[in-house]
């Protein structure tokens, strides 16, 4: 059965989601999710929503998604027994092992992996089963291809509509270490919509270079139901009602088979960046970047022109008091107006902006849409049978649940009618249903406080009878892995190049291009986050060239376990806390610890084969997209290019090839200059700086420009 998935950032979305026909909504508890700026949910908020979701026929799942540090470990599984005992459906989490820890504990819990995981292969499918998931919501850069393979392992859940990020998803560290706010622990302030120049002819002048436009599948989400995709989910915990129960509003009538041009239209008005991208599934399109307009774009109303001294739009939209919109001129915003009365087809507008005749008018806030989500209801049909006999108890029956309350008595004068009870059942005070009531009665006298009261006290065991409490899970208390701190004394180091550093113990090659591997001898191959079957396809037949193989993404446990090589855990596994850490060494040879971490942190997390990232580059993105709109022919095909944003800061950005083009890694605009306590050192000289190799493990003073990271402050 197709599951038609929305978010809900707050009670009024959560509840308008439903309403407008979503088979479930996903949602964030106070703590411990990646959208920490929403309003959330407290428990008793959720138990309540719950209820009415399961009324309903829906689900509600609550993302406790971002990454979890020791001291945190009681928290977290505190509140993930809380939120199911408040009737969670399923519980998303990030941290792969956290969640296997979390089945151990309480196999009752149902537990989805969230897309920050970045399952986006067989591999990855198969260690999220093994690890007791029942779901994984597909990375959004999953190509279309590769969706039914992984679907035959395990649910899949993915993306039809919303914003995207523009970094494979848990690898992002720009805004963390460029803008002090980790995105791994919900806390992002987007740097990616920020303004930027790119050292190459046509990109010198400032753009929204590496932001996305939406995404919006559309008729296409037909094509991952046929590819095995069971949940086809929204994006939007910080959108309005508005915007999510139109994009519910769409998708239902698009998955019904019913005309959704005009449910398109409120769509696009509600939210709309860039005019839409249908996304990397099916492969890069010329909407994917929006670099003229950041943020709504709304939809078209017409263009501007003077008309009795005033700004006028014609239009065939009917815009009214409260609606606002964007003047574009180009494609590039010029300003905002505002509705300023209705005229002969169209409508005036008034702006404090420099306007020009011909400028485009675009709708983006249409304050009927508003009311229109707050308007939408959806209700239970139940048959109720109501009996009411002189000399018996009163009875309420209907859907297998039945009451009964006080004796009637015959009426005297004025017998009470069938229409005055069905008038009274009629009433279900908050309840969704919608009832279709039949009536027995001999004419019998019952006070209307007392029917009132009846039927108060059958609704809502009705409702309990249709959406049954959780019988609460017990508290129990994880057994956590003991880690025996260890003094590492090997030094590990990134490279590109075919010149080995000296000091190194071990030197990990990315190679410029994957299908033409040339490698060093002794060295470990580097396996980029995203790791498509073409991927695969290219290194199988040259894995013998390599000592093992250092992953980026937890898939590499299943992909080393297939090809018997050996595997290192690299810092995208996110390990921030001691069942991660036990989880990964479990599988790998070595593994490297969160670089978010301070030294403290990471030196209570050592054990033998633990690594820390302690100098050179910081890789802050790795985008599976050309920020220059795959425009091969035009391409100078550099390895380096530098990205610059509007304070000057300079961001390393590398080009290499894998399957199906080429694909870029942003580097932090300073290097790290942080040192290592108890684990190994990790270097990475991606984008140079081999020198440093020689101060790995003390590297303070050493390079120019440096910082010392999250190494004396954490910001997680």
């Given at each position: 059965m197709t599951e038609l998935?929305?978010?809900?950032?707050?009670?009024?979305?959560?509840?308008?989601?439903?309403?407008?026909?979503?088979?479930?909504?996903y949602l964030g508890l106070t703590r411990f999710s990646a959208r920490e700026s929403a309003e959330n949910f407290c428990v008793s908020s959720l138990a309540k929503l719950t209820r009415e979701a399961h009324l309903l026929g829906a689900k509600v799942y609550v993302a406790l998604n971002t990454l979890v540090k020791d001291?945190?470990?009681?928290?977290?599984?505190?509140?993930?027994?809380?939120?199911?005992?408040?009737?969670?459906?399923?519980?998303?989490?990030?941290?792969?092992f956290l969640g296997r820890a979390l089945r151990e504990l309480y196999p009752?819990?149902?537990?989805?992996?969230?897309?920050?995981?970045?399952?986006?292969?067989?591999?990855?499918?198969?260690?999220?089963k093994a690890c007791g998931f029942s779901r994984v919501v597909l990375a959004r850069e999953t190509p279309i291809g590769d969706i039914p393979a992984i679907s035959e392992i395990i649910e899949t859940e993915a993306f039809v509509q919303g914003a995207l990020c523009t970094c494979f998803s848990g690898q992002c560290y720009l805004?963390?270490?460029?803008?002090?706010?980790?995105?791994?622990?919900?806390?992002?302030?987007?740097?990616?919509?920020?303004?930027?120049?790119?050292?190459?002819?046509?990109?010198?002048?400032?753009?929204?270079?590496?932001?996305?436009?939406?995404?919006?599948?559309?008729?296409?989400?037909?094509?991952?139901?046929?590819?095995g995709v069971t949940s086809l989910k929204v994006e939007g915990r910080m959108r309005s009602a508005a915007y999510v129960a139109a994009a519910v509003e769409y998708y239902r009538a698009l998955l019904d088979k019913r005309p959704a041009d005009e449910l398109f239209s409120r769509l696009k008005r509600?939210?709309?960046?860039?005019?839409?991208?249908?996304?990397?599934?099916?492969?890069?399109?010329?909407?994917?970047?929006?670099?003229?307009?950041?943020?709504?774009?709304?939809?078209?109303?017409?263009?501007?022109?003077?008309?009795?001294?005033?700004?006028?739009?014609?239009?065939?939209?009917?815009?009214?008091?409260?609606?606002?919109?964007?003047?574009?001129?180009?494609?590039?915003?010029?300003?905002?107006?505002?509705?300023?009365?209705?005229?002969?087809?169209?409508?005036?507008?008034?702006?404090?902006?420099?306007?020009?005749?011909?400028?485009?008018?675009?709708i983006?806030?249409?304050?009927?849409?508003?009311?229109?989500?707050?308007?939408?209801?959806?209700?239970?049909?139940?048959?109720?049978?109501?009996?009411?006999?002189?000399?018996?108890?009163?009875?309420?029956?209907?859907?297998?649940?039945?009451?009964?309350?006080?004796?009637?008595?015959?009426?005297?004068n004025a017998p009470l009618s069938a229409q005055e009870v069905c008038a009274c059942f009629a009433k279900t005070d908050a309840l969704p249903f919608a009832p279709r009531t039949e009536v027995e009665t001999d004419g019998v006298f019952v006070p209307k406080s007392v029917l009132n009261a009846f039927r108060r006290d059958f609704y809502e065991g009705l409702a309990a009878h249709l959406a049954p409490a959780r019988v609460p899970l017990p508290e129990r208390q994880p057994s956590l892995p003991g880690l025996a701190v260890h003094r590492g004394g090997m030094t590990a180091v990134i490279v590109t190049g075919h010149a080995m550093p000296a000091g190194a113990d071990m030197v990990i090659w990315k190679p410029a291009d994957y299908a033409d591997m040339h490698p060093p001898k002794g060295t470990w191959l580097y396996l980029p986050p995203f790791f498509t079957a073409a991927d695969e396809a290219l290194v199988a037949s040259r894995l013998h060239l390599f000592e093992g193989i250092c992953c980026d993404g937890t898939y590499g446990a299943e992909f080393a376990k297939k090809y018997g090589v050996k595997l290192f855990a690299g810092t995208g596994w996110n390990l921030t806390n001691r069942i991660a850490v036990a989880g990964a060494l479990g599988c790998c040879t070595y593994a490297a610890l969160s670089k978010e971490l301070t030294l403290r942190e990471q030196d209570a997390l050592a054990a033998d084969g633990t690594f820390v990232l302690s100098a050179?580059?910081?890789?802050?993105?790795?985008?599976?997209?050309?920020?220059?709109?795959?425009?091969?022919?035009?391409?100078?095909?550099?390895?380096?290019?530098?990205?610059?944003?509007?304070?000057?800061?300079?961001?390393p950005l590398r080009r290499y090839r894998a399957a199906g083009g080429c694909r870029f890694e942003l580097y932090n605009c300073a290097p790290l200059a942080a040192g290592a306590g108890s684990p190994s050192a990790l270097v990475d000289c991606t984008a140079g700086g081999d020198g440093i190799v020689a101060y790995a493990r003390d590297p303070a003073g050493k390079l120019p420009g440096a910082t010392r990271g999250h190494s004396a402050r954490s910001l997680l």
């Open positions: 998935l929305a978010p809900a950032g707050d009670e009024k979305t959560a509840y308008a989601a439903l309403r407008a026909g979503a088979d479930a909504v001291d945190e470990l009681s928290d977290f599984f505190c509140a993930a027994r809380e939120a199911w005992n408040a009737g969670a459906d399923a519980i998303l989490l990030q941290d792969i009752e819990i149902v537990t989805h992996l969230s897309t920050q995981a970045g399952c986006c292969n067989v591999h990855g499918a198969r260690l999220a805004s963390s270490f460029a803008g002090n706010n980790s995105g791994n622990r919900g806390r992002c302030k987007q740097p990616c919509r920020k303004r930027y120049s790119i050292d190459r002819a046509g990109y010198e002048d400032r753009a929204y270079a590496i932001s996305l436009s939406d995404l919006s599948v559309g008729a296409d989400a037909e094509k991952l139901l046929s590819a509600t939210f709309n960046r860039g005019n839409y991208t249908r996304g990397l599934a099916f492969g890069q399109d010329a909407n994917l970047l929006s670099r003229s307009v950041q943020g709504h774009i709304g939809e078209r109303a017409g263009t501007l022109s003077r008309r009795e001294g005033k700004w006028f739009c014609a239009s065939s939209f009917a815009a009214e008091k409260g609606d606002a919109f964007k003047i574009l001129r180009g494609g590039k915003e010029v300003g905002g107006a505002l509705f300023a009365g209705a005229g002969k087809g169209g409508f005036y507008l008034s702006s404090r902006d420099g306007l020009a005749a011909g400028d485009e008018v675009r983006t806030l249409d304050v009927s849409l508003t009311e229109h989500a707050l308007s939408l209801q959806k209700k239970r049909p139940v048959r109720v049978r109501v009996t009411l006999r002189a000399g018996e108890e009163m009875r309420a029956e209907g859907e297998g649940f039945s009451l009964t309350g006080a004796i009637c008595e015959r009426a005297k050179g580059g910081i890789k802050v993105m790795d985008l599976c997209y050309c920020p220059f709109g795959g425009a091969c022919a035009e391409c100078d095909r550099r390895e380096m290019y530098t990205m610059t944003d509007e304070e000057g800061r300079a961001f």
